[in-house]
């Protein structure tokens, strides 16, 4: 069984300052993971991903993530927010034996606001 | 087309109507998923077809769901007798054979009101 665990509901940063979304998963085997955004009224967008090759992600408008398996995070960040950054975040996780390995299984979320 | 595709964009339906929800995903992706995204509940898994293979739908809640997709590529799915717990807004992915190595594509999903 695998899951995911985003610490924070909710997280409010000043722009330009740095932005840290945590997350955390749980897996069995090695998993591919994840992390989507969703503007409001707006369907998901893959923001970036982990698959087993290098273990620092970059992707997206600046984001990018660090896997560490010792700690089994996946924690999201980027250098500056902007405002178009405001948004929900989901860190998901996918991969593993059996049937569901392919399911993707989504935390549950963290709304990030960015103060002017 | 580019992305994936779903329709209508909203639907708003009286409790005990029948609802269809169709997904057209992207051009040559065999894997697609259903996910229904709720008030407070997160992102549930609903059924997931790939290629010719029997579909899973062990995410399905009830027997009052139901799913199909044609010719390997457009899916539909059915809610019968819609209570107002079905209300939420139903998204689409589809994605490559090896989908988690490469992530999946989500439609902008169908919000659907049950009154």
């Known amino acids: 069984a695998q899951s995911v665990t985003q610490l924070d509901s909710h997280v409010s940063v000043s722009e330009g300052t740095p932005v840290l979304l945590r997350c955390n998963y749980s897996s069995s085997y090695s998993p591919s993971l994840f992390w989507y955004v969703q503007h409001p009224n707006k369907g998901l967008q893959l923001l970036l991903k982990?698959?087993?090759?290098?273990?620092l992600v970059k992707g997206i408008n600046g984001f990018e993530a660090e896997f560490k398996k010792s700690e089994t995070s996946f924690h999201l960040t980027k250098p500056s927010a902007h405002m178009s950054d405001a948004a929900e975040y989901f860190c998901v996780v996918s991969g593993g034996s059996g049937a569901g390995s392919y399911q993707l299984t989504f935390g549950k979320g963290t709304k990030l606001s960015v103060i002017p | 087309g580019a992305g994936v595709s779903q329709s209508p964009s909203n639907k708003v339906t009286e409790k005990g109507k029948d609802v269809e929800l169709r997904c057209d995903p992207i051009?040559?992706?065999?894997?697609l998923y259903w996910y229904r995204q709720s008030l407070g509940q997160g992102l549930e898994f609903l059924i997931y077809f790939q290629g010719n293979s029997a579909p899973d739908k062990s995410g399905l809640p009830s027997d009052r769901f139901s799913a199909e997709r044609t010719g390997g590529s457009v899916s539909t799915l059915t809610i019968q007798r819609t209570q107002q717990e079905d209300s939420a807004v139903y998204l689409c992915?589809?994605?490559?054979?090896?989908?988690?190595?490469?992530?999946?594509?989500f439609g902008s999903g169908t919000r659907l009101t049950v009154v």
């Open positions: 982990y698959t087993s090759a290098a273990t």
């Open positions: 992915a589809s994605g490559r054979p090896s989908g988690q190595n490469y992530g999946y594509t």
């Open positions: 051009s040559g992706h065999t894997a």
